[in-house]
């Protein structure tokens, strides 16, 4: 009987040993999608596929032409221009989510022309939090599937994607588009292959 016995603890903890093992591995993380996938709308009302801008570095930004954040825009565009020949691009997200966006689209962009010079491409006005939040913003925010999660905090946030279409980093609204840490990242991530 102890011969019996003896052979069968070991065997015992090796099971519970790898039963814990397999418990505490859960599933394997998930490949993140591409933020790109998306088809959206433009601002002049043209159905827009977001995956034209793969193989592009990307920085998605929120945006309301009421806000005191609201000459980022010229900052935003002097980026744009600055690196769009090496494969950079804005993509402008008007939101009237904080109450600051009450123009229609059209006035979005002709504001933002004659005031800011801006070039970029815009999106039709979304919501990029609530129970409305348009599915792009969904995807950047995801407590689950992102890699920046939490709900937008204000206008000008900023989530930078690489060419491979995964999220980079996120920036919070207050930085600015010459701030240095953002300018850092653009130009790593725009040299990366």
Known sequence: MKKCTRGIIPLVFIVVVVCFMLSCAGEPPKPQKPALDFMIVDI?????????F???????????????????????????????????VILGFPSNSFKQENRTDEEIITFCSDNFLVDFPMFKKIDVKGPNQHEIYKFLTDPVSSKFPGVIRWNFEKFLIGRDGAMIN???PEITPDDPDLISAIEKALSAN
């Open 44 to 52: 002049r009302n043209t159905p827009t596929d977001l995956s034209q």
């Open 54 to 88: 793969k193989g592009k570095v990307v920085l998605m930004v929120n945006t309301a032409t009421e806000c005191g954040l609201t000459p980022q825009f010229l900052g935003l565009e002097q980026l744009y221009q600055k690196y769009k020949d090496q494969g950079f």
């Open 170 to 172: 996120r920036f919070a």
